[in-house]
């Protein structure tokens, strides 16, 4: 399978939609069978969540309706991500988690990144993605089960977790608060 250097070919902006395409130019356009599309989607699985696991936190621009079509059609293995990743998978103890989300703008449920930092999902709430300031911010609380988390970065003192439940607000309870600016 071809390779891409996503980190020196691309910027933080442009690097995630490449990925996105550059994986979704390995799913078929007509269709197959089952036996068929398992077998296309095991074969670039193991590749697709290596390279997820390692430009995510460099990613400052994600798609997150495609990011989870393609999270959601290869088969996913912890084995399959980048050693540091994994290590802050394992380094999660516990059955659950208390998962926060900042976002502006929007109190509905987006996105597939969380911290599990209060204090670093108010900076994004308050601050956007590159410290811009925002309008109306926005913290959402949940909390989730170990199981829902497939990724997880303690780099950038950011405790970031990844979901692979896009949808995760119309199965469980989210708390969103309006911040008050500071």
Same mark, same amino acid.
């Given at each position: 399978? @071809?390779?891409?250097?996503?980190h ?9 939609r490449?990925?996105?395409e550059?994986?979704e130019d %390995?799913?078929p356009e007509? @269709?197959f ?7 296309? =989607?095991? %074969?670039?699985?193991?590749a697709?969540w290596?390279?997820?696991? &390692?430009i ?6 994600i798609d ?5 079509i393609l999270?959601?059609?290869f ?8 050693k540091e990743c994994?290590?802050?998978l394992?380094a999660l103890?516990? &059955? =659950?988690?208390?998962?926060?989300r900042?976002?502006?703008g929007? =109190?509905?449920m987006s996105g597939?990144?969380?911290?599990l930092?209060?204090?670093?999902a ?6 956007g993605?590159?410290?811009s300031?925002?309008?109306t911010?926005?913290l ?5 089960r170990?199981?829902?988390i497939?990724m997880?970065?303690s780099?950038r003192r @950011?405790?970031?977790?990844v979901?692979m &439940? ?6 469980i309870?989210i =708390?969103v @608060?309006e911040?008050?600016?500071e």
């Open positions: 399978m @071809e390779t891409i250097d996503f020196r070919n691309y910027g933080s902006i442009s690097r995630g490449a990925f996105i550059f994986y %390995k799913m007509s @269709e069978t089952y036996a068929e599309w398992q077998s296309l =989607s095991d %074969k670039f699985a193991s697709f290596c390279d997820l696991s &390692d995510w936190a460099s990613l400052d621009a997150h309706q495609s990011m989870y999270m959601n059609t088969r996913y293995d912890e084995s399959f991500l980048t994994q290590q802050d394992s103890s516990g &059955d =659950s988690f208390t998962i926060y900042g976002q502006s929007c =109190s509905e597939l990144a969380w911290t930092d209060r204090t670093v108010e900076e994004f709430a308050r601050n993605i590159h410290g300031g925002v309008e911010a926005y959402l609380t949940t909390t989730v170990r199981d829902d497939v997880a970065f780099g @950011e405790s970031e977790v979901l &439940d896009l949808d995760i607000g119309y199965w309870d =708390s @608060e911040l008050t600016p």
